[in-house]
C-alpha cells in the first residue's frame, strides 16, 4: 500500500515536468519561430535545445522573484 502513494506521487510530478516542458515548447514556436524552423530544416536541435532551457529559467526566475 505504500508504494501506491510513491508511485501516485511520482506519477503526478512526471506528468508536471511533461507540461512544463510541453508549454514551454508552445510558448517558444509563439515567441521564436525562426529559431523552431531552423531547427526542424537544418536538424540541428542545439538552438531550439538552448532557447527551451532559456524560456524555462525565465519563468523558474519569475516564480522565485514571488518566493
Known amino acids: 500500500m505504500r508504494f ?10 512526471i506528468a508536471l515536468l511533461v507540461v512544463v516542458v ?3 515548447t ?3 514556436f509563439l515567441t521564436n ?5 531552423t ?3 537544418d536538424g540541428e536541435v542545439t538552438p531550439f535545445v538552448r532557447d ?3 524560456v ?3 519563468a523558474l526566475a519569475g516564480l522565485l522573484k514571488y518566493l
Do not use: D, E
Not at 4 to 13: D, E, K, T, V, Y
Not at 33 to 37: I, K, Q
Open 56 to 58: 524555462l529559467l525565465q
Open 22 to 24: 510541453a508549454v514551454a
Open 4 to 13: 501506491r502513494g510513491i508511485g501516485l506521487s511520482l506519477f503526478g510530478a
Open 26 to 28: 508552445i510558448w517558444l
Open 52 to 54: 527551451l532551457a532559456g
Open 39 to 41: 531547427a526542424v530544416s
Open 33 to 37: 519561430p525562426v529559431t523552431v524552423a
